[in-house]
């Protein structure tokens, strides 16, 4: 069974430019959760989508949105970036079944804003 | 607000000795999940085990067993014999609702030969 999946792996952006990021779940997991991890901040929830909805949103500024389509894949966008937004971005799927259900991680994308 | 803190920074040990990693939670609510997780230097992070606010009894995995005490707030990580590859840094997580977690600051663990 193949875990999820994270696109690109690496990332070197320029202050002000957007960035997309793509994360394939596992198969059958429904339910997509974005983390963003730093030195300074460390593991810190973006947002979670189920069924191409929203349900859960953390703290960030609205220039991070994310989206998920029909099969489940799901992308975040960051817009305008800072480099302060240098981090290394995981994504995680899971069974929504409920809070006690795991999350299955990627391995993540590392983005450098310069 | 919840919130986990896990006051160990960096553990280092030799191998074979047992060593403990420390988590701390608070929350109001009354149903809540606790995982714990590592994450090896290639990134992603590894599940390890989930535990109930209901369920108070003690588990032992291999190598691996957990703690947890209601009363003190807490959920701690032992590792028996430890080896080379169980370095890595290890997180405390507390699950509320909707597949939102918490973490600690992570437990970075050295395991010298």
């Known amino acids: 069974k193949a875990g999820v999946t994270q696109t690109p792996r690496y990332l070197i952006k320029t202050r002000g430019q957007q960035v997309t990021l793509s994360c394939s779940p596992i198969?059958?997991?429904?339910?997509v959760s974005w983390y963003q991890q730093t030195p300074g901040q460390g593991l810190q929830f973006l947002f979670e989508y189920f069924s191409e909805t929203q349900r859960n949103k953390g703290n960030f500024p609205g220039r991070f949105s994310g989206r998920q389509f029909s099969n489940s894949r799901s992308e975040m966008n960051v817009s305008t970036l800072e480099l302060g937004d240098s981090a290394l971005y995981l994504c995680?799927?899971?069974?929504?079944?409920?809070?006690?259900?795991?999350?299955?991680f990627g391995q993540g994308t590392r983005l450098t804003v310069v | 607000a919840q919130k986990v803190t896990q006051a160990q920074t960096e553990i280092s040990v030799v191998e074979k000795e047992d060593v403990t990693l420390d988590c701390v939670y608070e929350t109001r609510d009354t149903t809540y999940y606790l995982f714990w997780y590592k994450q090896p230097p290639s990134g992603e992070l590894v599940f390890l085990i989930r535990?109930?606010?209901?369920?108070?009894q003690n588990e032992i995995s291999g190598r691996y067993s957990w703690n947890f005490q209601k009363s003190t707030s807490s959920f701690n990580f032992t590792i028996t014999a430890s080896q080379v590859v169980d370095s890595a840094v290890y997180f405390c997580?507390?699950?509320?609702?909707?597949?939102?977690?918490?973490f600690g600051t992570g437990t970075r663990l050295l395991v010298s030969p």
């Open positions: 198969s059958g997991h429904r339910s």
């Open positions: 995680a799927s899971s069974l929504p079944i409920g809070m006690n259900t795991e999350a299955f």
């Open positions: 535990r109930n606010s209901f369920d108070e």
């Open positions: 997580a507390l699950n509320t609702g909707f597949q939102k977690l918490v």
